[in-house]
């Protein structure tokens, strides 16, 4: 069954980087894209962008530009989402999902929350 | 950008009665490329319904969508105790893809 599996919870300091991972099982990674996903505490969802899993092309949303990097290590079926130059804002759950049917987000990751916090 | 407005912002009813939630969005969506999420305190969010009217695996028949153009609908027949959570509507036909900012479907 198709499973995607994130990275425990983070607490960093403003300034530093985190690096989140989402390792999937259950499909053939190379042939499904992967998306971001970032929700706040007690707020909606917002699509970070996602990532060719087959050529390694990452596309940003609007605001998820310059310090979000998107990369993977296809011998491990594992995407990963890493933040620079961390905020106090960037406090919320990361999550990951597969592409499916015409890109939807068929399958999601547990969530990895993640806390800048001096 | 599509903005999504769902409405209501907290949708108050009883098991067993019908819940109706609804989707605008500020331009015209690709009906093929629209979905609905649940998702419940704690949890990742949940695909329910694809491409406007298409359930997802494992997803009961008392949940169906519906609409066209800027206006989309998901209906519950019967509410269930397990229904009670945030829905989320999303456009994934341009980019950037946008959500709703949900509807909290709660016990009265």
């Known amino acids: 069954q198709v499973q995607l599996v994130q990275s425990g919870s983070e607490l960093k300091k403003p300034g530093a980087s985190v690096k989140v991972s989402c390792k999937a099982s259950?499909?053939?990674?190379?042939?499904?894209?992967i998306n971001w996903v970032r929700q706040v505490p007690g707020q909606g969802l917002e699509w970070m962008g996602w990532?060719?899993?087959?050529?390694?092309?990452?596309t940003f949303a609007p605001g998820f530009t310059g310090r979000f990097v998107f990369s993977l290590d296809t011998s491990v079926n594992t995407a990963y989402l890493q933040i620079n130059s961390l905020k106090a804002e960037d406090t919320a759950n990361y999550y990951c999902?597969?592409?499916?049917?015409?890109?939807?987000?068929?399958?999601w990751g547990q969530g990895t929350l993640v806390t800048v916090s001096s | 950008e599509v903005v999504l407005t769902q409405s209501p912002g907290t949708l108050s009813l009883s098991p067993g009665e019908r819940a109706t939630l609804s989707c605008r969005a500020s331009?015209?969506?690709?009906?093929?490329?629209f979905a609905w999420y649940q998702q419940k305190p704690g949890q990742a969010p949940r695909l329910l319904i694809y491409?406007?009217?298409s359930r997802a695996t494992g997803v009961p028949d008392r949940f169906s969508g519906s609409g066209s153009g800027t206006d989309f609908t998901l209906t519950i027949s019967r509410l269930e105790a397990e229904d009670f959570a945030v829905y989320y509507c999303?456009?994934?036909?341009?980019?950037?893809?946008?959500f709703g900012q949900g509807t909290k479907l709660e016990i009265k």
């Open positions: 999902a597969k592409g499916g049917v015409r890109g939807v987000m068929g399958y």
């Open positions: 259950g499909y053939t990674f190379t042939r499904f894209s």
């Open positions: 990532i060719n899993t087959n050529t390694g092309n990452p």
């Open positions: 331009q015209s969506v690709d009906s093929d490329y």
């Open positions: 491409g406007t009217s």
């Open positions: 999303q456009q994934y036909g341009s980019s950037p893809e946008t």
